[in-house]
C-alpha cells in the first residue's frame, strides 16, 4: 500500500462515518471536531489517521465500514500505518 491508497482508504472511511448517524455523533464528542471540520479536513492526513484510530477502537466498526467501502478488515490497519504516526511502535 502506498501513501495515496491510505489517504483513499481513510477517506472512503471518513464518508462511511459522515454517513452513521449512530457512530457520528459518538467520533465528533470524542474529537471535539464538528461537521465543518470533517468537510474542512479531509484532505488533511493526521485527521484522516484519527478516523481511522477511532474506528480501529472497535473490530465491529471495522467490519461494517470495510463491507460498506468494500475492502477486506485488514485494509484499514494498512492504511493507517501510512499515515502519519502510523509507525510501529520499538519497545527496545
Same mark, same amino acid.
Given at each position: 500500500? $502506498?501513501?495515496?491508497?491510505?489517504?483513499?482508504? #481513510?477517506?472512503?472511511? =471518513? !464518508?462511511?462515518?459522515?454517513?452513521?448517524?449512530?457512530? =457520528?455523533?459518538?467520533?465528533? !464528542?470524542?474529537?471535539?471536531?464538528? !461537521?465543518?471540520?470533517?468537510?474542512?479536513?479531509? !484532505?488533511?492526513?493526521?485527521? =484522516?489517521?484519527?478516523?481511522?484510530?477511532?474506528?480501529?477502537?472497535?473490530? $465491529?466498526?471495522?467490519?461494517?465500514?470495510?463491507?460498506?467501502?468494500?475492502?477486506?478488515?485488514?485494509?484499514?490497519?494498512?492504511?493507517?500505518?501510512?499515515?502519519?504516526?502510523?509507525? #510501529?511502535?520499538?519497545?527496545?
Amino acid at each position: 500500500m $502506498q501513501g495515496e491508497q491510505a489517504e483513499i482508504i #481513510a477517506l472512503q472511511a =471518513l !464518508g462511511w462515518l459522515a454517513g452513521n448517524e449512530e457512530l =457520528l455523533p459518538v467520533f465528533l !464528542g470524542a474529537t471535539g471536531a464538528d !461537521g465543518a471540520d470533517l468537510r474542512a479536513r479531509a !484532505g488533511d492526513a493526521e485527521f =484522516l489517521a484519527s478516523v481511522l484510530d477511532f474506528l480501529l477502537m472497535d473490530d $465491529q466498526w471495522v467490519l461494517e465500514c470495510t463491507s460498506t467501502i468494500a475492502e477486506p478488515p485488514e485494509s484499514l490497519m494498512r492504511a493507517r500505518m501510512y499515515l502519519p504516526g502510523g509507525d #510501529a511502535v520499538n519497545w527496545t
